[in-house]
């Protein structure tokens, strides 16, 4: 019973353009959520964050968009860059809850065609 | 600049074999986690360890035990390795459990459990 869901296991975008990866959760005491960007033999890097208290959160040319009332976040890149290929994970935890309680997706698979 | 240091990278067991898979960190950091990721699968969290002399089950803790040795080290050991434990091996550290606190990883271990 998988409590955070990304459905697209690969997103494919051309150099330039908006990347849109996206990310279901059904745990309606999740408040705060995260997007983790993964290359090969490497270990997971945090890139983004929000709190269920906003409804964005932007950091250069990455943009994550949280909608409670659909337990939606999207995390979106612009422009997108041959170096953002890799893959992402959408993660969620409860508030004052411990990292312990961090929920990751089976992520999405972005690749960034020049 | 370290951060969290895993080893070894790669390990192969005999099923029945023991093993232990080290983890360091030099940021001062008080939580540390063990994940696991399998192939489409996301991060899944074995054991954490919200402070030194603490230590927690995580969602999927059968077959391992953790030893949170001192703050910078929190090791992970599996008993009686199974071919069901082939997977990568991710350690973490935050600078406290709860929400703001986005974790740092390792580079990961690949075991393979023959």
């Known amino acids: 019973d998988q409590q955070v869901k990304q459905n697209s296991p690969s997103l494919s975008v051309q150099e330039g353009r908006i990347s849109i990866l996206n990310c279901d959760y059904t745990?309606?005491?999740?408040?705060?959520f995260l997007w983790y960007k993964k290359y090969p033999a490497e270990g997971p890097t945090f890139l983004i964050s929000i709190s269920s208290i906003k409804d964005k959160n932007e950091d250069g040319r990455f943009t994550v968009f949280l909608n409670k009332s659909a337990k939606h976040l999207s995390l979106h890149i612009v422009p997108s860059q041959p170096g953002d290929s890799a893959v992402y994970f959408c993660a969620a935890s409860d508030y004052g809850g411990s990292q312990g309680n961090l929920i990751f997706g089976k992520g999405t698979k972005l690749s960034v065609k020049p | 600049n370290a951060g969290v240091t895993q080893t070894p990278k790669f390990q192969v067991l005999k099923t029945g074999q023991s093993m232990t898979l080290q983890c360091a960190q030099d940021?001062?950091?008080?939580?540390m986690y063990w994940y696991r990721q399998d192939p489409g699968m996301g991060l899944r969290l074995i054991y954490y360890?919200?402070?030194?002399?603490?230590?927690d089950k995580g969602e999927v803790p059968n077959g391992y035990n953790v030893s949170r040795l001192n703050k910078r080290e929190f090791s992970l050991r599996l008993e009686s390795a199974a071919p069901s434990q082939t997977s990568v091996y991710f350690c973490?550290?935050?600078?406290?459990?709860?929400?703001?606190?986005?974790?740092?990883f390792g580079q990961g271990t690949r075991l393979t459990v023959v």
């Open positions: 360890s919200a402070s030194e002399g603490t230590t």
């Open positions: 745990n309606s005491m999740f408040d705060y």
């Open positions: 940021m001062n950091h008080n939580s």
């Open positions: 973490a550290s935050s600078e406290a459990t709860g929400p703001n606190t986005e974790a740092f």
